[in-house]
Structures are given as C-alpha cells and as structure tokens.
C-alpha cells in the first residue's frame, strides 16, 4: 500500500492550497482515508478524514470551514482543499489510510505517506 502526497508549497496567509494524496496497492474505496500535520516542534495531530461507509467527513476545529477534504475514487485520489490560509497551518502533511475510522481518529492509523511541506509566510 503507498500513498504519495504532493501539492505542498510556500502561500501568503489568506491564501489557498490545494494538497493530493495518490494511493495505490489496495481496494482505495474500502479504506477509509484522511490528513494529519505536524508543524515544527509540536506532535501530530489529525486534521480530517473521510468514512468510506457513508461519505461522513471529520474536521478538526482549528480547520474547520476553511479546508475541504474529498475523493476521485476513478483515480484512487484524496484531496485536502485548504483556504483562508493561516501562520500557524504551517507544517509537514500527511496522507494516512486505515480500513477502521476508528484507527484515524485514534490517531493511529496504519499507512502513511512521506508528507508534503505546506508553509504559511508573509
């Protein structure tokens, strides 16, 4: 199972970012998939995910209505829309899946991606 994100890059707060995970090695639809973050200096912390069983989507507060979390299942593709754009949304993201919701709202879910670089900079 891989998932590669890609998408990061340096926006002026206010800004928008659109980050993509592509998966690959497994049945994309049955598993269900979301983000995590790390900024500097600080853990991880699980930022949105999507059930596979009825489509239900997850935000943390701190992102909340200001990012969008979304599938192509034709092409195995998760999406993070990002907007409004803030300092302090800067960090490493992650792409992460898990047949269980449980298991990424837990925080531990099974698969990872290497993370895409998003910085937020006047």
């Known amino acids: 199972l891989q998932l590669v994100e890609s998408g990061g890059g340096l926006r002026q707060p206010g800004g928008s970012l659109r980050l993509s995970c592509a998966a690959s090695?497994?049945?994309?639809?049955?598993?269900?998939i979301g983000w995590f973050r790390q900024a500097p200096g600080k853990e991880r912390e699980g930022i949105s995910c999507?059930?596979?069983?009825?489509?239900?989507?997850y935000y943390d507060d701190s992102v909340k209505a200001r990012f969008t979390i979304s599938t192509d299942n034709a092409k195995n593709t998760v999406y993070l829309q990002m907007n409004s754009l803030k300092p302090e949304d800067t960090a490493v993201y992650y792409c992460?899946?898990?047949?269980?919701?449980?298991?990424?709202?837990?925080?531990?879910?099974?698969?990872w991606g290497q993370g895409t670089q998003v910085t937020v900079s006047s």
């Open positions: 992460v899946a898990d047949l269980f919701l449980d298991a990424i709202v837990g925080g531990l879910p099974d698969y």
């Open positions: 090695g497994f049945t994309f639809d049955e598993y269900a």
């Open positions: 999507i059930s596979r069983s009825d489509g239900t989507t």
